[in-house]
């Protein structure tokens, strides 16, 4: 084996009888992963011979990229591409798989891939860590911490720990599907624990030759340490080394104008787009910056038509210049809705790729409203149209200099063609639908990443707030999510209502929204906040706007509401508690959350101290009136505090103590700078 990388935590080999041995510093435990095994031409492929490492490229200040390859009996060349850094014990790694004559990938006895295997220790303690659970409930995906293969055999993850003594050790894939959709799974050999294709991973005949077969990305590491020490390593590595798209990591603000278009829709009985007018959106911008806004959001209804994706003069007659002059002005970024898989029945890029078009077999492509603007047709992103629309979102940031894409309406199933990058001539319906859901995730990650490649400080929101999302790492290594609407509708609690009334129930100020809100911050402990974006309500009264605020600054960081409606008194109070925010908000979305109770319960309070300076921020919330006490767990905390609401900080026996007093449901927040 040859070595390929070392740092504190680890050292690295690769090539020989397995693909990979990890070494963990401090306790000479060695992790062998096995060479992945394909089927080409109805043969296992075995593991890679005369391996030499190839290339090593800085990628960034933190990640270096090195790449392998070896030759397979099959004549064809597998290729390793791994990104590592020396501030992480995790790695993130793919295969490349090629051939100069024509081969295929075979499915002699069904999906025949093979991602790694390797050994597990007898005693092992294995824990499944599932990200895509979704609650009906509370209208949103949820986080499960599951012991591995108790109720199934082929276990989702996408995360896998097992602790063997002293050592934790991760595995992980980069793909997401709604559970229990599997197209991924992890499962028990005799002797230890394999990654294995379910369905969708490629296709029967797919060739090697005509175009390299990438695998997904898989990630592992390991510490001297336990499981819940291991979630904070992996929540660092997503929040600072898995991606090079780092500006999807920073804590900022963000505005989105969609709340009030559909109050005015449902209270007002006008259309979504009655308020996609300059006028308005210069109205809110100023507000916005009055109380401390980093991305001004305009949603749907500023595009002429889907797929040109040019601002609708109309609406706004100089094409959207003047209100990005405003943002500049103020410091504040532009971002944008769109639907990436719909473009308008006269639109330009649908007569230059009318051959992406969704295809259903047996059925003729239907057009079909979008918002109150021109009809359009659903197009298929696993085609060569994936590289037409990351052109659309250079364009924009080019022009119009949009740096936020939030991205709507993605489903995971829907093309059946042939003819695109997810089937061959000979491809079943079935199969070839698998294959586009397979890799829509993909496709999605390879236009952020050429749209990133362009403009490194844009970022990109995908919306889960629907089931069958593709939900998991994929995404993840790309840009972020959109995580939660306005939560459940009537219905999912078998409430029926008027066709003409609003189905939303958590829309109204008040801690209720609130609770399904903050359900998405269970993820915080493995996954950092800031990539699950939820939109909380700046309206008044002022009680209210203190327990969004709370909230707020746990990392979700979205506003959505009437701007123009708010007080004066209750812009400027959300302003002044911005303005600490802001002071600490790095060190609120480096932290790892130490949470007590949870949403809905009589008391919840959420400490977010950097462990390094003891700066943060503690927000707690009562649902019932009563004194309430809350010991800081933190050793470190600074000296220097602001707190609002009706709460303070008291040192008793050398400890920090919050105290809070309500007469209601509310919140307090204590700053720590």
Known sequence: MQMVFENGYYALMAGGENALMYCVKDSGEKIYLQWPQFEIDGAPTGEAKNFHLTGEKKLNEFIT????EGELDSGAKLKIEMRLCRETPVIRFRYVLSADEPMFLTKSNGENLT?????????????????????????????????????????????????RGSVCMLTAYEHGS????????????????????????????????ASPYETIWLQMGAICGTHDDMAKVYRDFQLNYCTLNTESRKPYIFYNSWCFQERNKHYNKQAFLTSMNQARMEEEIEIAHRMGVDVFVIDTGWYQKTGDWEPNRSFFPDGLVSIRKKLDAYGMKLGLWFNPIV??????????????LLEVRGQEPKAHSIWETEE?????????????????????????????????????????????????????????????????????????????SVHPDAIVDFDITEGMRSVGLAFLSSGKYFAINNGPYYPNYDIIVPEDAWSNIFVFPG??????????????????????MAHYLPDDPMDSQLINLASLIL?????????????????????????????????????????TGKPGELIEVHEKLNAQNGCGAVSMFANHAGKFSFRLKSKNVSDKT????????????????????????????????
């Not at 473009?343 to 790729?353: C, M, P, Y």
């Not at 009437?562 to 911005?578: K, N, T």
């Open 343 to 356: 473009a308008a029945k006269t639109s330009r890029i649908l007569q230059d790729h009318s051959d992406a």
């Open 642 to 673: 602001t707190v609002f609401g009706d709460g303070k900080l008291v040192k008793k026996d050398g400890k920090i103590w919050l105290e809070a007093a309500f007469d209601k449901p509310g919140a307090v927040i204590a700053f720590f700078e």
């Open 511 to 532: 801690p209720a929204r609130t609770w399904i809100c903050r359900q998405n911050l269970a993820y915080d402990k493995w996954i950092p906040s800031v990539l699950f």
């Open 65 to 68: 990229e090195v790449t392998g």
């Open 115 to 163: 991602y790694f295997s390797y050994e597990s220790e007898k005693d092992a303690v294995l824990t499944e860590v599932r990200l895509s659970n979704y609650d009906q409930l509370t209208h949103c995906y949820a986080i499960n911490e599951l012991p591995a293969f108790d109720y199934e055999d082929e276990v989702m993850g996408p995360i896998l720990t097992e602790q």
């Open 376 to 452: 359009s047709y659903t197009m298929c992103l696993v085609s060569n149209y994936w590289e037409a629309f990351a052109d659309e979102l250079i364009r924009l940031s080019d022009t119009l200099g949009v740096k936020y894409f939030k991205w709507d309406g993605i489903g995971m199933y829907g093309c059946e063609s042939q003819h695109h990058l997810h089937g061959g001539s000979d491809t079943s319906p079935e199969e070839s639908r698998d294959c586009y859901a397979f890799r829509m995730v993909q496709y999605m990650s390879k236009v952020i990443d050429k749209l990133c």
């Open 555 to 595: 990392g979700q960081n979205g506003f959505w509401g009437d701007l123009p409606a708010i007080s004066d008194e209750g812009v400027s109070f959300i302003r002044s508690v911005l303005d600490v925010y802001k002071r600490v908000r790095d060190d609120i979305t480096s932290a790892s959350a130490i949470v």
């Open 178 to 209: 709604m559970y229990p959709d599997k197209f991924i799974a992890f499962t028990k050999t005799e002797n230890g624990i394999q990654l294995k294709a379910m369905r969708g991973n490629y296709w029967a005949g797919e060739s090697v030759c």
